[in-house]
T-cell receptor, first 116, second 111 residues
Framework: SAVISQKPSRDICQRGTSLTIQCQVDSQVTMMFWYRQQPGQSLTLIATANQGSEATYESGFVIDKFPISRPNLTFSTLTVSNMSPEDSSIYLC?????????????FGSGTRLTVV | GENVEQHPSTLSVQEGDSAVIKCTYSDSASNYFPWYKQELGKRPQLIIDIRSNVGEKKDQRIAVTLNKTAKHFSLHITETQPEDSAVYFCAASDNFNKFYFGSGTKLNVKP
C-alpha cells in the first residue's frame, strides 16, 4: 500500500496565524484528499486535490480559508489560514490505494493542530 | 448528498464475545462500503470492504454484510480480543472518489 508522510505531526499555533501542512506520497496518485477530524468526531472531507487543476472544496469549506496546492503527483499542501480555536483538529491527507486486495483510502498519520 | 448513520456510538463487550456495528446510507447510487479501524492516536486503517454486488464478505474474524434493499450494512467481529478495542468507521461511496463516513463506534473489549 501507499506510504504517506505528513508533517508536521502536531503544532500549537496562535490565533490569526496560518499553518501549512505537507503531504508526501511514495507513488504517483491522481487525486489526494484532505480530511478534518475534530476531537472525538468522524472524518469530514475538506477538498479533493488534483494535479494541474484547482482543488474541489466540499460544502462549508472555502479556498480562502483552506488553500491547497498540488504541484505534482506525489505532493500536496493544505494551509489553514487565519486560525481560530475552532480550527483545532486533526488534519489528514489520504490517497486512493489498494491494500491486501481492499480498495479505499490510505491515510497519512495526521497533523494535530491546536489553536490558542 | 449521501448521509451515513452509524450505531451504536459506543459498544462494550467481553473478550470472546461478538460485536456488531450497523450503518445505514441514504443514496441508492452508493456501491462501495469500506470499514476503517482507528486506534487511539493513530490513523484510520482499512480493515474490510464490500461492493454492492456482494451480500457478505469475510476475512478471518471480521465479516461485513450488505442489504441493498434496506440500504444498510454491518460489521461483525467474532471472538473479540482486547486489541480489537478502537473506533470503527463505516463509509459509503458511489464513485470511489468521495467517501462519506459514519460518526464512528467506540468498541471496548473487556478482558
Amino acid at each position: 500500500s501507499a506510504v504517506i508522510s505528513q508533517k508536521p505531526s502536531r503544532d500549537i499555533c496562535q490565533r490569526g496565524t496560518s499553518l501549512t501542512i505537507q503531504c508526501q506520497v511514495d507513488s504517483q496518485v491522481t487525486m489526494m484528499f484532505w480530511y478534518r477530524q475534530q476531537p472525538g468526531q468522524s472524518l469530514t472531507l475538506i477538498a479533493t486535490a488534483n494535479q494541474g487543476s484547482e482543488a474541489t472544496y466540499e460544502s462549508g469549506f472555502v479556498i480562502d480559508k483552506f488553500p491547497i496546492s498540488r504541484p505534482n503527483l506525489t505532493f500536496s499542501t493544505l494551509t489553514v489560514s487565519n486560525m481560530s480555536p475552532e480550527d483545532s483538529s486533526i488534519y489528514l491527507c489520504s490517497v486512493e490505494d489498494q491494500d491486501r486486495g481492499y480498495y479505499g483510502y490510505t491515510f497519512g498519520s495526521g497533523t494535530r493542530l491546536t489553536v490558542v | 448528498g449521501e448521509n451515513v448513520e452509524q450505531h451504536p456510538s459506543t459498544l462494550s463487550v467481553q473478550e470472546g464475545d461478538s460485536a456488531v456495528i450497523k450503518c445505514t446510507y441514504s443514496d441508492s447510487a452508493s456501491n462501495y462500503f469500506p470499514w476503517y479501524k482507528q486506534e487511539l492516536g493513530k490513523r484510520p486503517q482499512l480493515i474490510i470492504d464490500i461492493r454492492s454486488n456482494v451480500g457478505e464478505k469475510k476475512d478471518q474474524r471480521i465479516a461485513v454484510t450488505l442489504n441493498k434493499t434496506a440500504k444498510h450494512f454491518s460489521l461483525h467481529i467474532t471472538e473479540t480480543q482486547p486489541e480489537d478495542s478502537a473506533v470503527y468507521f463505516c463509509a459509503a461511496s458511489d464513485n470511489f472518489n468521495k467517501f462519506y463516513f459514519g460518526s464512528g463506534t467506540k468498541l471496548n473489549v473487556k478482558p
